[in-house]
T-cell receptor, first 111, second 110 residues
């Protein structure tokens, strides 16, 4: 079965607010945890990753938090914009044998 | 760089037909992967390759075959198409944790 999953299938936020997308994982041996964004009709696009020995990593408008104690991963998007509307997947990678994806959260931006 | 290129973008197959989904990358990545994505779901790994001449099964390999004769190309073969193989197929390549995905092939088996 899947070792990575998301808590909510849909998240609706107001434009300009911050978004927080959550993910639970079960494989403690993974080296990397990664967030992908998938827009309709397109392939997943890398957003940000975090190594398993880190707690927090920041990018441009995005922050990923990793809590290994409770096996929880989150993606924070600051000042959400209409272009952020997409499905967001968390994924984990333990080696060369690909990524394990969760089901995804559909982020909807309200004007 | 074109990145990862998949062809075709769309295809309708009849049950029992065969086809090859093409994937090529120009980034000289050793690692290449084939995933399928069913509606409302995440991606599941079909097959992967860590270099030319080396392939391995992923989570859902049944009904598929792959080959990796060059670093650039990683075709996925369906020999006897079944309705359960209706899905969107994504090819990806990467060297580090960041994977680069193609635009996908939407396959319908009727």
């Amino acid at each position: 079965g899947e070792s990575v999953g998301l808590h909510l299938p849909t998240l609706s936020v107001q434009e300009g607010d911050n978004s927080i997308i959550n993910c639970a994982y079960s494989n403690s041996a993974s080296d990397y945890f990664i967030w992908y964004k998938q827009e309709s009709g397109k392939g997943p696009q890398f957003i940000i990753d975090i190594r398993s020995n880190m707690d927090k990593r920041q990018g441009q408008r995005v922050t990923v938090l990793l809590n290994k104690t409770v096996k929880h991963l989150s993606l924070q998007i600051a000042a959400t914009q209409p272009g952020d509307s997409a499905v967001y997947f968390c994924a984990e990678r333990g080696g060369a044998d690909g990524l394990t994806f969760g089901k995804g959260t559909h982020l909807i931006i309200q004007p | 760089n074109a990145g990862v290129t998949q062809t075709p973008k769309f295809r309708i197959l009849k049950i029992g037909q065969s086809m090859t989904l093409q994937c090529t990358q120009d980034m000289n990545h050793n690692y290449m992967y084939w995933y399928r994505q069913d509606p409302g779901m995440g991606l599941k790994l079909i097959y992967y390759s860590v270099g030319a001449g080396i392939t391995d099964k992923g989570e859902v390999p049944n009904g598929y075959n792959v080959s990796r004769s060059t670093t650039e190309d990683f075709p996925l073969r369906l020999e006897l198409a079944a309705p359960s193989q209706t899905s969107v197929y994504f090819c990806a390549s990467h060297q580090g944790p960041e994977a680069f995905f193609g635009q996908g092939t939407r396959l319908t088996v009727v």
